[in-house]
């Protein structure tokens, strides 16, 4: 029998032990991957709620909206769920870069070898 948290129609999100699950951020325009990141069932609540992305800071251990102090809020065009409800896609507009170094996106950097090199 289908399980109704990968078929069905209800939301219920399959938080990890430490209550959180995973989020992606993607340009709406672009589709470029902005950032990844983790929310707790509070972030994903006001996310819902205000249209602008919230997530769970690990090491700081608190709540955070996108862009707070830096002004670069992720204004949320859509949000989906994965197949089993332990991942959330964000599709979102930037205003401004979505890292915290000032690049456009988190994933500026790519592997080559052992060493790295930018991506932009």
């Known amino acids: 029998m289908p399980d109704p948290r990968e078929t069905g129609l209800v939301l219920d999100p399959k938080y990890d032990a ?58 949320v065009s859509d949000i989906r769920i994965d197949c089993d409800q332990d991942a959330v896609w964000l599709i979102v507009d930037p205003a401004g870069p979505a890292c915290h170094t000032g690049a456009r996106s988190c994933f500026y950097r ?11």
């Open 110 to 120: 790519r592997i080559e070898g052992d060493r790295l090199a930018l991506a932009e």
């Open 18 to 75: 430490a209550g959180l699950i995973t989020a992606v951020a993607t340009d709406r325009v672009t589709g470029d991957v902005l950032m990844l990141a983790h929310m707790n069932a509070e972030a994903l609540a006001l996310t819902v709620e205000t249209g602008v992305a919230h997530f769970w800071s690990r090491s700081r251990a608190a709540l955070w909206k996108k862009g707070e102090t830096s002004g670069h809020v992720l204004q």
